[in-house]
């Protein structure tokens, strides 16, 4: 991706859920499990999205994630069913980034889910719910990310002579 195409999905990414604002409250608020009749609701939130950006000129190509993030590889999500690799790439990276960080976080009906579990869960949907390739990328990253964080965990507990006891630098 060009330098202007990652401006264009960090603001798809950021805009993401704000369709949600043409969802009532009642249903977003919920705590508990929603009804059919309030799912076709919060599945209106892309074509929300799209309805109250597309106008906007420089916001434009930055759609495709707020439109798309709830497309499915294998065809089955929403809004329109796009199969494949007619979802736009930016949604399809983005869908696996935005279920990893729902699981990962507590919501009013589960608490969240370990990693471990959150990343077997997203491995076992690579081909279905994801595109594989995008499944393989993140997990590549997150591997590569989890390396790093533990490398500089072994080098702070390595220098712990300026570390407080309960862990607060001086
Ligand atoms: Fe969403």
Not at 36 to 60: C, G, K, N, T
Not at 65 to 74: S, V
Request: net charge positive.
């Amino acid at each position: 991706m060009s330098d202007v195409e990652i401006i264009h999905v960090r603001r798809g990414a950021l805009l993401h859920d704000m369709g949600k604002l043409g969802v009532p409250d009642h249903i977003l608020l919920k705590p508990g499990k929603l009804t059919d009749e309030e799912w076709v609701a919060m599945r209106r939130h892309p074509q929300h999205a799209y309805d109250m950006f597309s106008s906007i000129h420089y916001l434009r190509p930055a759609l495709d994630i707020p439109y798309c993030h709830h497309e499915k590889w294998d065809g089955t999500g929403y809004p329109r069913g796009l199969k494949g690799e007619q979802i736009p790439l930016a949604a399809r990276l983005f869908a696996v980034v935005d279920v990893w960080d729902a699981l990962r976080s507590d919501r009013p009906y589960r608490a969240s889910w370990p990693q471990e579990k959150v990343l077997e869960y997203i491995r076992t949907q690579a081909g279905t719910h994801f595109d594989p390739k995008a499944v393989e990328l993140f997990l590549q990253l997150i591997s590569e990310k989890s390396r790093m964080l533990n490398r500089r965990r072994r080098y702070f507990t390595a220098n712990a002579a300026w570390v407080r006891p309960h862990g607060s630098i001086t």
